[in-house]
């Protein structure tokens, strides 16, 4: 009878244990999504991801190879325009610019169908800081050092630490449980966990090496004209920028102004400059045609196949002609009104680093702390005109990293774009990047249900 008893209460015991394992180990909630797989999927999963990022690399390559001709034309048309800004008479860092490097002189390296793929590889930081600017060179680098990081980590995990996890014994011999491929594998009392530990040390290195190497190589050039150039709002929209030099050089006897350039409402400006160039490179385009090309430029007019008053066809180069020309003239009228449209804010060049130093601190120490002012920035005689107690100092960021059209929005439009905008990222990043509800939701709506059935 004792014996009865006593081996009931080890089956009982061994039933619980196996059925906790199934608990902790097997999918717990009903999910249909890659079950019935080796090692929980993950091995498809991989196959997968590799076979549709080869999939996206053959269509770039097609849309890159036939795409190519046209996005070169745009360039070489912008940089020439960048150009002859460049060599106007009152050029300067702080006036408007384009992203457009004026170098159009590419190299005939990836002109081939994948070519691109190995040029990648051979191209230079200093070609890409004289195309592209110097944060496409900071935003590359910090991506090279996060591919070798991975690349490392990726070899020592397969390499050493899965084998280790595979040879506990503490799960059963499932090739479906992917649990064998964990440290949940190995027994509580098994020497090889110090080497998740060690291996997690190591790791940890790994990373701060990574990216001390990455931060080490971001240096500005000494003679920056951004080190020693300050953004300036709250002006006066009667300010001038003598004004605004001798205001400097009264407070600041020991700090010399080397340019004072007041910032003004562009954002017509720079659209009717756009949609002049855009113009302008459809009106080439259509001359190389040898037979005349008629277009209807109304909305929608290519796809209307019906010919009724008011959206009549047109010859494209008479049409484009015209175009350009009406821009022009729009553009040059506005170039006239746009000093009478003032933004109250300007860019300070000093003659050093330290006298922007300076006076940044000087405005920064000068804070509302609560309803009382601790301090005022030095004064001059003409502190009153340019509402210097309004002002806010802070350092200015590189000229091609300004968005000129945006310094006009203030006030409810700014907020209720910041606001917009925010809730969009909030969403996306927040609710569609978690894995978890993204396989929850597919399982919802039955996605992978056809996989089960080829199963």
Known sequence: MTSNFQATIGSVVTTIRNSTKEYCYSARIRSTVLQGLPFGGVPTVLALDFMCFLAL????????????DYGRLALVSDAESVASALDSENHDRYERLTSVSSSVDYDQRDNGFCS???AIFRIKDEEIREKCGEDAVHYLSFQRHIIGLLVVIGV???GIVLPVNFSGDLLENNA?????TTIANLNSGNDL??????????YLLLTVYSMRRHTSKMHYREDDLVKRTLFITGLSKYAEPEKIKLHFQEAYPDCTVYEARLCYNVAKLMRLDANRRKAERSRNYYSKEETPVMINPKPCGQLCCCVIKGCEQENAVEYYTKLEQKLKEDYVKEKEKVYEKPLGMAFVTFHNEVAAARILRDFNACKCQGCIFSAEPLRSSYSEFLHTSNWSVS???DPHNIYWEHLSLR???WWLRCFVINCVLFILLFFLTTPAIIITTMDKFNVTKPVEYLN
Do not use: D, M
């Open 176 to 180: 479906y449980s992917f649990g064998r």
């Open 156 to 158: 020592l995990s397969v």
């Open 193 to 202: 966990l110090w080497l998740h530990t060690a291996f997690s040390f190591l």
């Open 116 to 118: 691109w793929l190995t």
């Open 395 to 397: 350092y200015a960021p």
């Open 57 to 68: 690399l053959f269509v770039f390559s097609i849309l890159r190879k036939v795409a190519w």
């Open 411 to 413: 006030g409810i439009s």
